[in-house]
């Protein structure tokens, strides 16, 4: 699977289109279409990692693992809240483990 390929399954996983997603990060019209032939490299590529909450050698296939879809769009949706809820969500992700080692202990 190509950089590209990747790029456009994170897309449509979220609805949107390459160039919808070139607008929203600010690239160019059809620059992330250069992908199909060309190894991405620099800024883009961080930009498009970041907006997609995945790694770099992800998008560059060399990590294979992939975060679930639903994970990865509730860590976008975390990076809009503000500190405290911020906090308290962790507070409430740190019980939830606690509980389920616990569960798995007994």
């Keep these: 699977m190509t950089a590209f390929d990747r790029l456009k399954k994170l897309c449509d996983e979220q609805g949107i ?3 919808k997603l070139e607008e929203k ?11 199909k032939k ?6 883009n590529l961080i930009k498009v990692s ?4 995945v790694s770099t050698d992800y998008l560059l296939g060399r990590e294979v693992e992939e ?3 639903e994970v990865r769009s509730l860590a976008r949706d975390i990076q809009s809240f503000d500190p405290a809820n911020r906090a308290l969500l962790n507070d409430i992700i740190k019980s939830m483990k606690q509980r389920g080692k ?3 202990d007994e």
């Excluded at 060309?38 to 800024?43: A, D, L, Q, R, Y």
């Excluded at 970041?50 to 909450?53: A, G, L, V």
């Design 38 to 43: 060309n190894t991405p490299k620099g800024s």
């Design 102 to 104: 616990k569960a798995l």
């Design 25 to 35: 990060i600010g690239l160019g019209k059809n620059t992330l279409y250069s992908w």
């Design 17 to 19: 289109s390459v160039n």
């Design 50 to 53: 970041d907006y997609f909450n």
């Design 67 to 69: 975060i679930d879809p």
